[in-house]
């Protein structure tokens, strides 16, 4: 008779790495809301000027750069901890205490007052965050054969949505009845878990510390090496391939620095917010995942990307007409749903898109690579996203991002019909592409 086929729980059961993984994925997932998204509902309630707001997306900088110190974390021990713990573990927990101690420090500030203790924190809550995320990679890719990162994949995708629940919808929960300060106090608490998940995880077997005798390339060859071959290997492509991973999220980037604001100025509550962005729309979100897994291998990668970008810029148009409708709670949770299926799609087909691209090789380096360039114009034009707003009003502003898509459906149109074959999903990672 064939073996019953092992549940997630006895996996669990089975290897502490796995029960691990969820709590270092549920620490990963908490950091990045509380530096801005969260926290501008703070803002707007302590009266801080929408342009300033806009401003303020980019304290999420630190996550679009971390690619540029991922190598001095795999060269460099954390002081004392490594020593106790072992290079990565010892990071981990580092930059978990990171992560709480500047959350507490956000939790002491108040944005209608101090607004610089605000940045300063939120800034280095940035940073702790962004290491958190490199080095708890680092130790998944480490810890597990090839065959086992499926499963690793998995269970620190539970982790990091639960995470991202609680920073969202629970944070907001807390603030409504408790405060802001309270709030953030909680949240620094709950990166226990993930210091837990730390100290009982194994060292990986597969590690850097071992080859420390071996010669090593310096910091600027280290991060030179993975563009050089990107960029050889996807040849005259390279220009318009980049360009649309640059464009691809930038809507939904504008989007996000404002679709709170906008919530707020229709007077809703921090918990009909947290409600229907975050436990309503967490639903909403996993269907277009399901959509997305099931849509792609049928009708293929370019023409799901295409599908992507359409969808997730039109969709704007809801966040539009819900600021042009009113501040009715049916309205709210129409514009919401419609926006979060959208780009619940388009984020899922762009990483695999980019994870198609990467070179076994360099897969880390190359991946943080595109992540960057995916989010970088979007960052930027983010910060000026409240003048927009202050200037023209939400409902032009969410119309104007939704034509930003326009131009780069018909860039992916292009690459679709001229280098189909290119990008297809049987297109062996690392193999030269063809103009």
Known sequence: ?????????????????????????FSSGMPFLLVYITQSAWLSEARVPIQLIGLMSWLTFAYKLKFVWAPLLDQFD????????????????????????????????DPGARLWWTIL??????????????????????????DKQPLMGSFA?????????????????????FGWRAAYLCMAALMAPGMISALAAPEPEIDLIAAQHAERPGLAAAIWAPIKELFTRLGPLAVPVLLLIAGFRMPGYLTSAMAIPLFKSLNFS?????????LFGFGVALAGVF???????????????????????????SLAWLAGHGGEFWAFTLAVGVEAFAASFATIVLITFM???????????????????????????AGF???????????????????????????????????????????????????
């Open 1 to 25: 008779m064939p073996q019953n086929t092992p549940s997630y729980l006895d996996h669990l059961r089975a290897d502490r790495r796995y029960a691990a993984m969820v709590g270092l994925g």
């Open 78 to 109: 954390a002081p004392i901890l490594s020593r106790l713990l072992g290079r990565r573990r010892g990071w981990i927990v580092a930059s978990q205490i990171g992560v709480a101690a500047t959350l507490a420090g956000v939790a002491f500030g």
């Open 121 to 146: 924190f939120s800034a280095a809550l940035g940073v702790a965050g962004a290491t958190q995320d490199i080095v708890i990679d680092g130790w998944r890719i480490n810890a597990a054969p090839l």
């Open 157 to 177: 995708e539970m982790g990091y949505r639960v995470g991202n629940l609680a920073a969202g919808a629970g944070a907001l929960y807390l603030a409504d009845r």
């Open 270 to 278: 921090d918990s009909e917010i947290a409600t229907v962005t975050k």
């Open 291 to 317: 959509a997305c897994s099931w849509l792609v291998p049928r009708i293929g990668l370019m023409s799901s990307m295409l599908i992507g970008t359409v969808a997730a810029s039109a969709s704007h148009l």
């Open 355 to 381: 994870s198609s691209l990467s070179k076994a090789e360099f897969a880390g380096s190359q991946y943080s690579l595109m992540t960057s360039i995916c989010a970088m114009p979007g960052f930027v034009l």
């Open 385 to 435: 996203s409240g003048m927009a707003v202050n200037k023209i009003g939400f409902v032009v502003f969410f119309q104007l991002t939704s034509l930003i898509g326009l131009p780069v459906a018909l860039l992916c149109f292009w690459l679709w019909h001229h280098h189909r074959d290119a990008f297809s999903l049987q297109h062996a990672p690392g193999a030269p592409m063809e103009p």
